[in-house]
């Protein structure tokens, strides 16, 4: 069962936008939850993750102080809200799960990744 990953649009440089990755069930909600990105032409990068419960985030140099990870096990969702978007955020942005935080970065061991959502930053 794939994650799916929504909210995704056009917009200005300096805007925000808020993705959501939804889950199917309480399942995920003891996964780690990472999102990614990847640009035309380059391989699928790490943006930010959060372990399950909320305990730990980490963040990719790019995404630092501008992004933030919100998770509502309730909801069974994981949002990634960005700040201050730059036209090198533009991408197609993925969810995925990995039972495992040592593998936080590690996009080969995250399973139920869906189709993504586009996001492009005009300037």
């Known amino acids: 069962v794939q994650l799916q990953a929504s909210g995704g649009g056009v917009v200005q440089r300096g805007d925000s936008l808020r993705l959501s990755c939804a889950a199917p069930?309480?399942?995920?909600?003891?996964?780690?939850v990472g999102w990614f990105r990847q640009a035309p032409g380059q391989k699928r990068e790490f943006v930010v993750a959060i372990s399950n419960g909320g305990v730990s985030t980490l963040y990719a140099d790019s995404a630092k102080g501008r992004f933030t990870i919100p998770r509502d096990d309730h909801k069974n969702t994981v949002c990634l809200q960005m700040n201050s978007l730059k036209p090198e955020d533009t991408a197609v942005y993925y969810c995925?799960?990995?039972?495992?935080?040592?593998?936080?970065?590690?996009?080969?061991?995250?399973?139920?990744w869906g189709q993504g959502t586009q996001v492009t930053v005009s300037s």
């Open positions: 069930d309480r399942t995920y909600n003891s996964y780690t």
């Open positions: 995925a799960a990995v039972p495992d935080w040592r593998w936080v970065k590690v996009s080969s061991k995250y399973k139920n």
